[in-house]
């Protein structure tokens, strides 16, 4: 079991820079890949970013790539997003999650372990 919680959320303004953090605890942390999700209200839960169990793979949205930047330090078992270039149309809550099932790590169905949620709000 694995729990998950995310800090770091914020009001930035457009053009700004947030990093959010995921810390997790319980369960072997560098053995799950881990991925980054938000969801704007009356929108779909939607994929951003994960990284491999050691941080050598990562993968992204079209949406963010260029912009976020996923990493994790294993040894502090914790994953960071870092958003830059925020633009209005990034706000949502931002969640963390994990799992150990590679098959698809865009697909938020595939993640077993999920945090709460960070808001995140980009003001034009």
């Known amino acids: 079991q694995v729990q998950l919680v995310e800090s770091g959320g914020g009001l930035v303004q457009a053009g700004g820079s947030l990093r959010l953090s995921c810390a997790a605890s319980?369960?072997?942390?560098?053995?799950?890949?881990m991925g980054w999700f938000r969801q704007a209200p009356g929108k779909e839960r939607e994929f951003e970013a994960a990284?491999?169990?050691?941080?050598?793979?990562?993968l992204y949205a079209n949406s963010v790539k260029g912009r976020f930047t996923i990493s994790r330090d294993n040894a502090k078992k914790t994953v960071y997003l870092q958003m830059n270039s925020l633009k209005p149309e990034d706000t949502a809550v931002y969640y963390c999650?994990?799992?150990?099932?590679?098959?698809?790590?865009?697909?938020?169905?595939?993640?077993?372990?999920w945090g709460q949620g960070t808001q995140v709000t980009v003001s034009s």
């Open positions: 319980g369960g072997t942390f560098n053995s799950y890949a």
């Open positions: 999650a994990a799992t150990r099932d590679y098959s698809d790590l865009g697909q938020w169905a595939n993640y077993n372990y």
């Open positions: 990284t491999s169990w050691s941080g050598d793979s990562t």
